[in-house]
Protein backbone atom coordinates (compact mmCIF):
# COMPACT_ATOMS: atom_id res chain seq x y z
CA UNK A 1 0.00 0.00 0.00
CA UNK A 2 1.95 2.79 -1.54
CA UNK A 3 0.23 6.37 0.98
CA UNK A 4 2.72 8.26 -0.80
CA UNK A 5 3.13 8.22 -4.53
CA UNK A 6 5.80 9.57 -7.26
CA UNK A 7 4.09 8.75 -10.93
CA UNK A 8 6.92 9.79 -12.61
CA UNK A 9 10.25 7.96 -12.36
CA UNK A 10 12.00 10.69 -14.25
CA UNK A 11 12.17 14.01 -15.47
CA UNK A 12 14.29 16.11 -17.97
CA UNK A 13 14.40 19.54 -18.16
CA UNK A 14 16.74 22.12 -20.15
CA UNK A 15 19.06 24.39 -17.77
CA UNK A 16 16.95 27.61 -16.78
CA UNK A 17 13.60 26.18 -17.34
CA UNK A 18 11.07 24.83 -14.61
CA UNK A 19 11.33 21.81 -13.04
CA UNK A 20 7.96 20.65 -11.75
CA UNK A 21 8.39 17.29 -9.45
CA UNK A 22 4.57 16.19 -8.44
CA UNK A 23 3.81 13.68 -5.35
CA UNK A 24 0.18 12.29 -4.62
CA UNK A 25 -0.66 10.65 -1.06
CA UNK A 26 -3.16 8.85 0.48
CA UNK A 27 -3.69 9.01 3.79
CA UNK A 28 -5.47 11.86 5.79
CA UNK A 29 -3.63 11.51 8.45
CA UNK A 30 -0.55 13.28 6.87
CA UNK A 31 0.10 16.96 8.49
CA UNK A 32 4.03 17.50 7.53
CA UNK A 33 5.23 17.09 3.98
CA UNK A 34 8.82 16.98 2.97
CA UNK A 35 11.46 16.94 0.10
CA UNK A 36 14.87 14.84 -0.06
CA UNK A 37 17.34 15.19 -2.92
CA UNK A 38 19.56 12.03 -3.21
CA UNK A 39 22.89 12.01 -4.75
CA UNK A 40 24.09 8.61 -6.17
CA UNK A 41 26.53 7.29 -2.90
CA UNK A 42 25.08 9.94 -0.81
CA UNK A 43 22.46 9.89 1.94
CA UNK A 44 19.55 11.55 1.24
CA UNK A 45 19.45 15.43 1.97
CA UNK A 46 16.20 17.70 3.67
CA UNK A 47 15.60 20.20 0.77
CA UNK A 48 12.36 21.63 1.84
CA UNK A 49 8.98 21.10 3.80
CA UNK A 50 5.87 22.42 4.76
CA UNK A 51 2.82 22.26 7.06
CA UNK A 52 -0.50 21.18 6.12
CA UNK A 53 -2.04 24.86 7.73
CA UNK A 54 -0.01 25.77 4.53
CA UNK A 55 -0.31 26.07 0.97
CA UNK A 56 3.09 27.15 0.00
CA UNK A 57 6.53 27.70 0.94
CA UNK A 58 9.29 29.58 -0.65
CA UNK A 59 13.30 28.58 -0.26
CA UNK A 60 15.24 30.24 -3.00
CA UNK A 61 15.19 28.36 -6.16
CA UNK A 62 12.68 25.97 -4.35
CA UNK A 63 8.81 26.46 -3.66
CA UNK A 64 6.46 23.50 -2.01
CA UNK A 65 2.91 23.51 -2.93
CA UNK A 66 0.37 21.64 -1.49
CA UNK A 67 -2.99 21.02 -2.15
CA UNK A 68 -4.56 19.40 0.83
CA UNK A 69 -8.41 19.09 -0.64
CA UNK A 70 -6.28 17.00 -3.89
CA UNK A 71 -3.69 15.18 -1.33
CA UNK A 72 -1.04 16.67 -3.56
CA UNK A 73 2.06 18.29 -3.08
CA UNK A 74 4.67 19.80 -5.84
CA UNK A 75 7.98 20.69 -5.83
CA UNK A 76 8.93 23.28 -8.47
CA UNK A 77 13.00 24.40 -8.59
CA UNK A 78 13.23 28.08 -10.98
CA UNK A 79 15.35 28.34 -12.66
CA UNK A 80 16.89 24.13 -13.14
CA UNK A 81 20.56 23.90 -13.09
CA UNK A 82 23.03 20.84 -13.63
CA UNK A 83 23.92 20.38 -10.70
CA UNK A 84 19.75 19.91 -9.35
CA UNK A 85 20.12 16.63 -11.20
CA UNK A 86 19.36 13.89 -8.86
CA UNK A 87 16.71 12.39 -7.10
CA UNK A 88 14.01 14.01 -5.04
CA UNK A 89 12.13 12.10 -2.70
CA UNK A 90 8.58 12.80 -1.45
CA UNK A 91 7.52 12.45 2.28
CA UNK A 92 5.41 13.10 4.55
CA UNK A 93 4.72 12.37 8.35
CA UNK A 94 1.92 12.06 10.80
CA UNK A 95 0.78 13.81 13.98
CA UNK A 96 3.19 11.95 16.85
CA UNK A 97 4.45 9.75 14.74
CA UNK A 98 7.85 11.31 15.51
CA UNK A 99 10.63 10.92 12.81
CA UNK A 100 7.98 8.02 10.93
CA UNK A 101 8.62 9.40 7.02
CA UNK A 102 6.60 7.51 4.90
CA UNK A 103 8.79 8.27 1.43
CA UNK A 104 7.58 8.15 -2.26
CA UNK A 105 9.83 5.97 -4.69
CA UNK A 106 11.35 9.13 -6.03
CA UNK A 107 11.59 10.85 -9.27
CA UNK A 108 15.25 11.16 -10.72
CA UNK A 109 15.54 14.65 -12.78
CA UNK A 110 18.28 15.17 -15.07
CA UNK A 111 19.22 19.13 -15.54
CA UNK A 112 20.16 19.37 -19.26
CA UNK A 113 22.65 21.75 -20.72
CA UNK B 1 30.02 19.55 13.15
CA UNK B 2 30.36 15.69 11.93
CA UNK B 3 27.24 14.03 10.37
CA UNK B 4 25.70 10.75 10.36
CA UNK B 5 28.46 8.03 10.25
CA UNK B 6 27.32 4.26 9.68
CA UNK B 7 29.34 1.27 9.28
CA UNK B 8 29.96 -0.77 7.87
CA UNK B 9 30.00 1.17 4.30
CA UNK B 10 29.38 -2.27 2.30
CA UNK B 11 29.32 -5.82 3.23
CA UNK B 12 28.44 -9.09 1.33
CA UNK B 13 26.85 -11.99 3.20
CA UNK B 14 25.47 -15.18 2.39
CA UNK B 15 21.43 -16.38 3.38
CA UNK B 16 21.14 -17.56 6.91
CA UNK B 17 24.03 -15.55 8.34
CA UNK B 18 22.86 -12.19 10.46
CA UNK B 19 24.26 -8.70 10.16
CA UNK B 20 24.61 -5.89 12.78
CA UNK B 21 24.86 -2.18 11.18
CA UNK B 22 26.65 0.49 13.27
CA UNK B 23 25.29 4.51 13.18
CA UNK B 24 26.62 7.16 14.89
CA UNK B 25 23.95 10.48 15.05
CA UNK B 26 25.00 14.09 14.46
CA UNK B 27 26.39 15.29 18.23
CA UNK B 28 23.30 16.11 20.17
CA UNK B 29 20.76 14.43 18.09
CA UNK B 30 18.86 11.84 20.52
CA UNK B 31 16.73 10.66 17.68
CA UNK B 32 18.04 7.47 15.37
CA UNK B 33 16.10 5.99 12.52
CA UNK B 34 16.49 3.41 10.15
CA UNK B 35 15.49 2.72 6.79
CA UNK B 36 15.53 0.30 3.74
CA UNK B 37 15.95 1.31 0.41
CA UNK B 38 16.12 -1.00 -2.72
CA UNK B 39 15.23 -0.43 -6.01
CA UNK B 40 11.45 0.76 -7.13
CA UNK B 41 10.64 0.74 -3.37
CA UNK B 42 11.85 3.94 -2.31
CA UNK B 43 12.80 4.18 1.56
CA UNK B 44 10.86 2.30 3.84
CA UNK B 45 10.61 3.17 7.40
CA UNK B 46 12.26 0.25 9.97
CA UNK B 47 12.10 2.26 13.59
CA UNK B 48 13.18 4.48 15.52
CA UNK B 49 15.40 5.00 18.75
CA UNK B 50 14.85 8.28 20.98
CA UNK B 51 16.12 8.17 24.35
CA UNK B 52 17.34 4.16 24.24
CA UNK B 53 13.62 3.29 24.04
CA UNK B 54 12.06 2.36 20.94
CA UNK B 55 9.36 4.90 19.37
CA UNK B 56 8.08 3.62 16.44
CA UNK B 57 8.38 0.84 14.24
CA UNK B 58 7.74 -0.07 10.25
CA UNK B 59 6.30 -3.00 9.04
CA UNK B 60 9.18 -5.36 8.61
CA UNK B 61 9.32 -8.83 10.40
CA UNK B 62 10.91 -9.54 13.71
CA UNK B 63 14.17 -10.55 11.90
CA UNK B 64 14.75 -6.72 11.94
CA UNK B 65 16.01 -5.28 15.56
CA UNK B 66 17.48 -2.44 16.68
CA UNK B 67 18.97 -0.64 19.58
CA UNK B 68 20.17 2.27 20.78
CA UNK B 69 22.70 2.89 23.31
CA UNK B 70 22.79 5.68 25.97
CA UNK B 71 25.30 7.97 23.97
CA UNK B 72 22.64 7.66 21.12
CA UNK B 73 24.93 5.24 19.09
CA UNK B 74 22.31 3.30 17.30
CA UNK B 75 23.03 -0.38 16.07
CA UNK B 76 20.73 -2.61 13.49
CA UNK B 77 20.48 -6.02 13.40
CA UNK B 78 18.97 -8.27 10.89
CA UNK B 79 19.30 -12.22 11.61
CA UNK B 80 18.65 -15.01 9.14
CA UNK B 81 19.64 -12.95 6.25
CA UNK B 82 16.88 -13.77 3.09
CA UNK B 83 17.92 -12.89 -0.58
CA UNK B 84 15.35 -9.50 -0.49
CA UNK B 85 17.46 -8.06 2.80
CA UNK B 86 19.74 -7.03 -0.29
CA UNK B 87 19.35 -3.35 0.20
CA UNK B 88 20.93 0.17 1.16
CA UNK B 89 20.36 0.88 4.92
CA UNK B 90 20.08 4.12 6.10
CA UNK B 91 20.02 5.93 9.23
CA UNK B 92 18.90 9.38 9.93
CA UNK B 93 19.45 11.41 13.51
CA UNK B 94 17.22 13.78 14.33
CA UNK B 95 17.03 16.45 17.07
CA UNK B 96 14.40 16.43 18.85
CA UNK B 97 12.72 18.84 21.96
CA UNK B 98 10.32 16.04 23.64
CA UNK B 99 9.51 12.88 22.59
CA UNK B 100 6.03 14.39 21.50
CA UNK B 101 7.65 16.25 18.87
CA UNK B 102 7.30 15.94 15.09
CA UNK B 103 10.26 17.66 13.06
CA UNK B 104 10.34 14.92 10.35
CA UNK B 105 13.76 17.04 9.13
CA UNK B 106 16.49 14.09 9.40
CA UNK B 107 19.61 14.13 9.00
CA UNK B 108 21.09 10.60 6.90
CA UNK B 109 24.12 9.02 6.91
CA UNK B 110 25.61 7.64 3.46
CA UNK B 111 24.41 3.95 3.82
CA UNK B 112 25.94 0.33 4.56
CA UNK B 113 24.95 -1.66 1.49
CA UNK B 114 24.20 -4.94 2.11
CA UNK B 115 24.39 -7.59 -0.44
CA UNK B 116 23.02 -10.98 0.26
CA UNK B 117 23.97 -14.11 -2.02
Known amino acids: DQQVKQNSPSLSVQEGRISILNCDYT??????FLWYKKYPAEGPTFLIS?????DKNEDGRFTVFLNKSAKHLSLHIVPSQPGDSAVYFC????????????FGTGTQLKVEL | KAGVTQTPRYLIKTRGQQVTLSCSPISGHRSVSWYQQTPGQGLQFLFE???????NKGNFPGRFSGRQFSNSRSEMNVSTLELGDSALYLC????????????????FGEGSRLTVL
Open chain 2, 92 to 107: ASSLLTGPQANTGELF
Open chain 1, 27 to 32: NSMFDY
Open chain 1, 50 to 54: ISSIK
Open chain 2, 49 to 55: YFSETQR
Open chain 1, 91 to 102: AASAKGGGNKLT
